[in-house]
């Protein structure tokens, strides 16, 4: 069974920075590409980034260059650091995962970690 | 950027009835769409993947058609469950992918 759970959420102030880990199980994590997408309250999904199995890394418009996309491919663990937060970053941050086999993002989602960006 | 417009925003609709809600994509994204459902609290559930294949344990009360830039995807007769926020995604050259709005489903 494929779970993916994330952690890491948490309140920070603007310009701050905030990790987070999404721990994968259930597949062959290594091969996978693997993205991160977010909801701010009350609005739809976004987006944010996503790394393939190889490490190439991708990124939308509203976070390159403040957000990092990793993974440890030997602990099965999707990273995002996130630096230079604003307020427009508070928002659940979801890690999902394809089906085997599949190029597309959504197959199998984690519960969401809380990102919280005030004074 | 490839950007998703859905339609309408809300639908008020009544338990047993069909409904179909609209996805445009802003170029052809060729049949690479997903349709999700959300539920208050919970994460999105893939339900339509390549525009109209059901994911796994879906009913066949939902379908999805279209290819290009033009989608639908059809509630045959809805269910107390099935009252909830869909969204539509294009997957073309993933990554990257871009999400619709959304539509909310209320009962009327």
């Known amino acids: 069974e494929v779970q993916l759970l994330e952690s890491g959420g948490g309140l920070v102030q603007p310009g701050g920075s905030l990790r987070l880990s999404c721990a994968a199980s259930?597949?062959?994590?290594?091969?996978?590409?693997m993205s991160w997408v977010r909801q701010a309250p009350g609005k739809g999904l976004e987006w944010v980034s996503a790394?393939?199995?190889?490490?190439?890394?991708y990124y939308g418009d509203s976070v390159r260059g403040r957000f990092t996309i990793s993974r440890d491919n030997s602990k099965n663990t999707l990273y995002l650091q996130m630096n230079s937060l604003r307020a427009e970053d508070t928002a659940i941050y979801y890690c999902?995962?394809?089906?085997?086999?599949?190029?597309?993002?959504?197959?199998?989602w984690g519960q969401g970690t809380l990102v919280t960006v005030s004074s | 950027e490839i950007v998703m417009t859905q339609s309408p925003a809300t639908l008020s609709v009544s338990p047993g009835e069909r409904v179909t809600l609209s996805c445009r994509a802003s170029?052809?994204?060729?049949?690479?769409l997903a349709w999700y459902q959300q539920k208050p609290g919970q994460a999105p559930r893939l339900l339509i993947y390549?525009?109209?294949t059901r994911a796994t344990d879906i009913p066949a009360r939902f379908s999805g058609s279209g290819s290009g830039t033009e989608f639908t995807l059809t509630i045959s007769s809805l269910q107390s469950g099935d009252f909830a926020v869909y969204y539509c995604q294009q997957y073309n050259n993933y990554p990257p992918c871009s999400f619709g709005q959304g539509t909310k489903l209320e009962i009327k």
């Open positions: 790394i393939s199995g190889g490490g190439s890394t």
């Open positions: 170029q052809s994204v060729s049949s690479n």
């Open positions: 390549d525009a109209s």
């Open positions: 259930g597949f062959h994590f290594s091969t996978y590409t």
């Open positions: 999902a995962s394809p089906a085997r086999g599949a190029i597309r993002p959504g197959d199998y």
